[in-house]
């Protein structure tokens, strides 16, 4: 049996089902475990959904920042952005299903024996693993709540640059938004752990913001944490962290890393 993390795969399904052959995966034995961004921007979102949703007992999921984007859409809350491919998906006769799969995703998973997380962004300094696990589920309540009017009121405000910092006060769709926001779109925090939302970059002034993961990681009590979304960054083991967004759908590669072997294997696709 092998544990694996891939990266943001993005609808890149020829690459995704090339790298699991180069691993030699096998549904039976081995588990996968994806970083988010699963869809969008590729060109084969609804085959990675389909193969998704028929190994459920194989391959564990965490949402992405364009996946929640999806399910926002999916609700009829947002027109297209130049470059989305989400109508392939929503427009197939198994949106519902696939609607469905993605609302019982959560935000965060942790592996206890191995002492390893894994979230789209990350995960900010300030959450504990434990304190993470269960704002994630805060959220995973929400998405998958049988109020519609809730529901539809999420959808309708998931998205958003505000709060910009955390608050153990923050109740409402407030904290909704920045807890979303840590897990999914973090990169760049300012010196008050803020968010910075603009710098997608590799370049920053270190006298105003930094890495999320180069903070003080002390309360993460030696976890590892795998994470995607910052295409930019690429390949990237710093502090403990591990970013494996190789950038599969920017002509990068799809890249996945064996979380039970010692040295933290990679292996990596393209065509
Ligand atoms: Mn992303």
């Known amino acids: 049996m092998a544990i694996y993390v891939m990266s943001d795969i993005h609808g890149c399904y ?12 096998k549904h039976s034995q081995d588990q996968l475990y994806l970083v988010g961004d699963l869809i969008n921007r590729g060109p ?8 998704l ?10 949402l992405g920042n364009h996946d929640l984007s999806y399910l926002v859409y999916a609700a009829g809350e947002t027109r ?3 470059g989305d491919t989400y109508d392939e998906v929503a427009q ?26 894994i979230a789209h962004a990350g995960i900010p300094p300030f959450w504990s693993i434990a304190q993470a696990l269960s704002l994630s589920h805060e959220i995973h309540e929400q998405l998958t709540t049988d109020d519609k009017k809730n529901y539809q009121h999420l959808m309708q405000k998931m998205f958003g640059n505000t709060p910009a910092a955390w608050d153990e006060s ?19 925090l300012n010196l008050d752990l803020s968010m910075d939302f603009d710098n997608k970059t590799e370049n920053y002034d270190a006298k105003i913001m930094k890495p999320w993961f180069q903070f003080d990681r002390a309360l993460h009590q030696n976890c590892k944490i795998i994470y995607g979304h910052w295409a930019s960054l690429g390949i990237h083991d710093e ?18 890393v064996q979380i039970d072997s010692p040295t933290f294997k990679l292996t990596s696709f393209s065509f």
């Open 53 to 62: 949703m028929s190994h459920p007992t194989s391959i564990f999921p965490v």
């Open 170 to 188: 923050l109740t409402g769709i407030d904290r909704t938004r920045a807890i979303i926001n840590y897990f999914t779109r973090m990169r760049y």
């Open 44 to 51: 084969k979102s609804l085959a990675v959904m389909e193969y």
């Open 80 to 82: 297209l952005r130049k």
């Open 14 to 25: 020829d690459e995704f089902k090339a790298l699991l052959k180069k691993i030699n995966f």
């Open 92 to 117: 197939s006769p198994d949106a519902k299903k696939i609607k469905k799969y993605l609302k019982k995703q959560p935000l965060m998973r942790y592996i206890p024996k191995l002492n390893v997380a």
């Open 239 to 256: 502090n403990g962290t591990l970013c494996i967004d190789s950038g599969c759908v920017w002509e990068g590669e799809l890249s996945v």
